[in-house]
């Protein structure tokens, strides 16, 4: 045989019984989201560069080294969405939604591209469930996210205990401007314990160095100076209500002055949840999110402000420790013909079940009464309809319930009755 080309490193098919885990996450979050007022928006995967290049800003890891870009058959350049923040912006200024009302609320479920060293729970196609807010400066809006996203987690079945969220402010563009001097002062002044990477950001985009993983750039900034530190007191305010608020939505939380987050786009507050549950390892990192006031008007709408979050559902799947199999649908009836006569009769009963709701197989390939109820039982199924010679004669069936063991004889016009009598 000859052999199939692999699927792309780090982007997976996902299929059952996972895929129930999936379609349970998907529903969960459709039902909260909705439920807080948001309605979905879907935007294209693949977006003109410059898009992502001027939001999650030049000097990122996302940017300089994981976006798929490439020129099209036009020779424009184009960029697998590697987020959702920006297509969002793009949608609401592309549409001058704010004329259309002064506040949005926007959800998506879907995939996202970074070209990142795949591992357990990074992966180069992952994805994400997001919601953007526009119009709402209000710190009662950061909270009212974070405490939804909080809810989400909780709903999902992650005990309250295995969540950890970090909160930071990131403060106004201008207190950012006073902290980056006195920080660029102080790595400056420790140059020689900085790798070549963050001394490349030192002059390109300073607060980056605070993200480095690297353990030696890890302890220098633990002596750094704080960003929440200098900031003003309209910024502390507002920082102050966030957490006034969380707490009275009975949500824990601790405030991480460290937490910069990896794209340029932010203000005012950040946050991140990480959780311990489940087998995520080192990408424990399950969402992340915050304000980002400047957004809108940097790509060319006018000054409104905003914020969202994003959540990995791969993560947050790993964190959930049930297996995916007790996410699985039950087979409601398996039909069982004992001969091509039997098949032409039960199947028109099977399409009336199945268009009644109920998960309905049917066994096309035909075989004995053994090989098709061995076939039943892997399938789980909870009942199943056998029909051989003699039903097809006097227009019955043979019902059988495999909770209890037992077999009835039905005729034809009451089999849907009868199996939502055992189903129920
Ligand atoms: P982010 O922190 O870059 O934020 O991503 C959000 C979440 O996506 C992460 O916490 C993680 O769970 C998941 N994620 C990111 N990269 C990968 C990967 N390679 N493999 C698996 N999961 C991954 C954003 O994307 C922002 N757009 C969030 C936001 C919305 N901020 C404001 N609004």
Redesign the pocket.
């Given at each position: 045989m000859a052999d199939v080309p692999p699927s792309v490193k780090?982007m997976n098919d996902i299929l059952a019984p996972e895929v129930s885990k999936w379609h349970f996450l998907e529903e969960k979050a459709r039902s909260i989201l909705e439920s807080f007022s948001y309605r979905e928006l879907r935007t294209p995967v693949l977006e003109y560069t410059p898009l992502f290049v001027r939001s999650v800003g030049e000097v990122t890891d996302?940017v300089e080294k994981?976006m798929y870009t490439f020129d099209d058959r036009d020779g424009r350049s184009v960029t697998l969405r590697?987020?959702?923040?920006?297509p969002?912006v793009r949608a609401y200024v592309e549409r001058a939604q704010w004329n259309k009302e002064p506040v949005t609320r926007w959800y998506y479920i879907g995939p996202?591209f970074?070209h990142?060293r795949?591992q357990r729970?990074?992966?180069?196609q992952?994805?994400?469930v997001?919601?953007?807010l526009f119009g709402v400066a209000e710190p009662s809006a950061d909270a009212e996210l974070i405490a939804m996203l909080h809810a989400f987690l909780v709903e999902l079945g992650l005990p309250a205990s295995e969540i950890q969220l970090s909160l930071n402010s990131l403060g106004e563009p201008g207190e950012r401007l006073v902290y980056r001097d006195a920080l660029v002062a102080y790595l400056t002044a420790h140059q020689d314990k900085l790798d070549e990477e963050s001394r490349r950001r030192l002059t390109t985009n300073p607060l980056r160095v605070l993200d480095s993983k690297n353990p030696d750039v890890t302890a220098l900034v633990a002596g750094a100076p704080l960003l929440l530190d200098t900031l003003g007191d309209e910024s502390r305010r507002r920082f102050g209500r966030v957490q006034e608020i969380l707490k009275s939505l009975g949500v824990a939380f601790d405030v991480d002055p460290r937490l910069v987050?990896?794209?340029d786009?932010?203000t005012g507050t950040v946050f991140?949840?990480k959780t311990n549950a489940g087998d995520l390892g080192a990408?424990n990192?399950?969402?992340?999110?915050?304000?980002?006031d400047g957004l809108v008007e940097s790509l060319g709408g006018p000054r409104v402000p905003?914020?969202?979050?994003?959540?990995?559902?791969?993560?947050?799947l790993l964190a959930l420790k049930e297996p995916a199999e007790s996410f699985e649908p039950a087979l409601g009836v398996f039909v069982a013909p004992m001969d091509a006569a039997a098949l032409a009769f039960a199947l028109p009963i099977a399409h009336r079940l199945r268009l009644g709701g109920i998960r309905v197989e049917i066994e096309h390939r035909l075989g004995s009464l053994k090989s098709q109820l061995k076939r039943a039982d892997r399938l789980k199924a909870r009942l199943a309809i056998i029909v051989g010679e003699t039903e097809v004669a006097a227009r019955k069936v043979q019902l059988k319930d495999f909770g209890t063991g037992k077999q009835h004889e039905v005729p034809v016009d009451e089999i849907e009755t009868r199996v939502r009598g055992l189903l129920d």
């Open positions: 780090g996302v994981q590697p987020e959702g923040t920006a969002a996202m970074r990142e795949a729970g990074r992966l180069r992952f994805h994400q997001g919601a953007e987050r990896g794209l786009y932010y991140e949840f990408q990192t399950v969402g992340g999110g915050g304000r980002y905003a914020l969202g979050f994003g959540l990995g559902i791969e993560r947050t």
